[in-house]
């Protein structure tokens, strides 16, 4: 931690104009190494997600998440920081800068599982990340792999929230229930046959079987509906994760489940009951989309 810290300090002090610049405005990164003379290696992600891949890890990188500046210029209004997940594996350590201080996300030695969605906000347009290759000579051919995801704080200019863990479990709103099923990833009526807890990734996993599919978005091709026949046949059974903290049951009865694709996994959103969700589509006027059943 000490060593990290320092490694910090003198990359801001001394600059990155001292070190070869890794600019990505796709969302991606590959790479190998560290940094020139043991420093610290930038790069750059501008994009709402994207995976880092960085092979015989060595010495640190630094990497700074933000969105693309099309999405800020569009947003700037309203737009008031982010809230970012990563998944990460392999033999580093994982710091996110806040105030000049470090604050570490990762070790792999920190008892948690690889899957876990490790999530922090910014208040800024950026975030960086301050990643440490492990010592060990053993791991010199190993590689290290961070998934991110990155979501607007802001809820106005029809951007879907995904709140903080004690917000999750939160009933939502009319308005939130109308808004999540035009922009979710999942839409789902269904019954829950199980409520799985995984103790190591602090969360659980409504496990639904699925009667009817209404919308589903394909990872491939965001933004892009399937044909919702072929996908049901494919998906009787959809599991989806909730906060432990929220302390799900086993209910009886069929529920519309929403849910947003994060880092691979289905995040539930907003789960009414059936009989709610049919009247609110008698009684609601002014959809952002049209809702069916």
Known sequence: MIRAAIAVLIFISVGVSAYEHTTADQCDWSGSGGGEGGGVRPVYLR?????VLWRYPHDALRVVL????SFTNN????YSGFRACVKISGPVRVFLEVGGKLRQLYSPSDNKHDYSHRCFRSRKHTAALYMEAEDDYSFKNAKVKLQ????PNSVKGGTLRVPDEEEECRPCSMEEIAKAYCQSDLVARG???AVEQIFEM????LVLRVTKLLRYVT???EGNENNLD???SAKKSIRVRIPMTCDARHGLGEFVIMAKRRLGDFILVCAPRLETWMQMIREMDNAPCVLHS
């Open 47 to 51: 994009c709402a997600r994207g995976t």
């Open 66 to 69: 933000s969105f693309p500046p």
């Open 75 to 78: 947003h700037h209004s309203n």
């Open 148 to 151: 991110y995801d990155l979501e």
């Open 191 to 193: 019954t829950v046959t």
């Open 202 to 205: 602090n969360t659980a996993e």
């Open 219 to 221: 990872q491939e091709a």
């Open 230 to 232: 072929v996908m049901a």
